[in-house]
C-alpha cells in the first residue's frame, strides 16, 4: 500500500499564479484533510472533507479551494498565489469508528510551497 | 475555542536522560487525544491514542498518560534516534457534527550522544 501521496513535492510559484495539490490515498478513508505547517505554528487545517462530493472549512482556508469528487483524491487549490501561502502542506487521511470519532490521521510526506 | 498547548517548545537531552513532554488542552468533549512524532522532511506518524482519564500506552522507551486536562509523553533512557518533533492532537466535536484533530505546535527534542 502507498498510504498517502501527495505530488509534487516540492514546487516555486511566482505571485499571482495558479496551482493545485494532489494528494491521493488507497486506504479507502473517508475523511481527508489539508494542513499547513509553518515554523513555530504546528499544524493548522486549512479545509477537509468527510466523503466525496463534501468539503468544510477549517482554521485558515482563505485564498484556498478544495474538491473531492472521488473518494480517494482530495485537491488543494491556490487560485492567485501570495507570499504568504509560501508554506509545507500535509495532506491526511482517516476512517470514522462507529460514527463518532476518527481514527489516527495517516499523512503524506508534504508538498514544500515556495512563492516569490 | 479548543485550544492545545504543547510545552517545552523545545528540549534538549543527553542519551539516558528521562524527562517528559506535556500536552495541556481545553476541549469540551474530547474523544481522543493523539500523539505524532515528526522527522524532518516527512509527515506525521502515529504514535497513541487516548481516549480517558488514567489511560497509559506504552511503546519501547515512549509512554504516554493521559489526565482531564493534560497528557504526558516519557521518554525513559532516551537514544538519538529519538529525536525529532512530537504532536499533540486533540479530537473533540465540531459545530457541523464532525469529530477534527487540532494539533498543537509541538516539542523539538534532540538526544545527545
Known amino acids: 500500500n502507498a498510504g498517502v501521496t501527495q505530488t509534487p513535492k516540492f514546487r516555486v510559484l511566482k505571485t499571482g499564479q495558479s496551482m493545485t495539490l494532489l494528494c491521493a490515498q488507497d486506504m479507502n478513508h473517508e475523511y481527508m484533510y489539508w494542513y499547513r505547517q509553518d515554523p513555530g505554528m504546528g499544524l493548522r487545517l486549512i479545509h477537509y472533507?468527510?466523503?466525496?462530493?463534501?468539503?468544510a472549512k477549517g482554521e485558515v482556508p482563505d485564498g484556498y479551494n478544495v474538491s473531492r469528487l472521488k473518494k480517494q483524491n482530495f485537491l488543494l487549490g491556490l487560485e492567485s498565489a501570495a507570499p504568504s501561502q509560501t508554506s509545507v502542506y500535509f495532506c491526511?487521511?482517516?476512517?470514522?469508528?462507529?460514527?463518532?470519532?476518527?481514527?489516527?490521521?495517516?499523512f503524506g510526506n508534504g508538498t514544500r510551497l515556495t512563492v516569490t | 475555542e479548543d485550544q492545545v498547548t504543547q510545552s517545552p517548545e523545545a528540549l534538549r537531552l543527553q542519551e539516558g536522560e528521562s524527562s517528559s513532554l506535556n500536552c495541556s488542552y481545553t476541549?469540551?468533549?474530547?474523544?481522543?487525544l493523539f500523539w505524532y512524532r515528526q522527522d524532518p522532511g516527512k509527515g506525521p506518524e502515529f504514535l497513541f491514542t487516548l481516549y480517558s482519564a488514567g489511560e497509559e500506552k506504552e511503546k519501547e522507551r515512549l509512554k504516554a498518560t493521559l489526565t482531564k486536562k493534560e497528557s504526558f509523553l516519557h521518554i525513559t533512557a532516551p537514544k538519538p534516534e529519538d529525536s525529532a518533533t512530537y504532536l499533540c492532537?486533540?479530537?473533540?466535536?465540531?459545530?457541523?457534527?464532525?469529530?477534527?484533530?487540532?494539533f498543537g505546535r509541538g516539542t523539538s527534542l534532540i538526544v545527545h550522544p
Open positions: 492532537a486533540v479530537q473533540a466535536r465540531q459545530a457541523g457534527g464532525s469529530y477534527i484533530p487540532t
Open positions: 491526511a487521511s482517516s476512517y470514522s469508528i462507529r460514527g463518532q470519532i476518527n481514527s489516527p490521521l495517516h
Open positions: 472533507s468527510v466523503g466525496e462530493g463534501t468539503t
Open positions: 476541549v469540551s468533549g474530547l474523544r481522543g
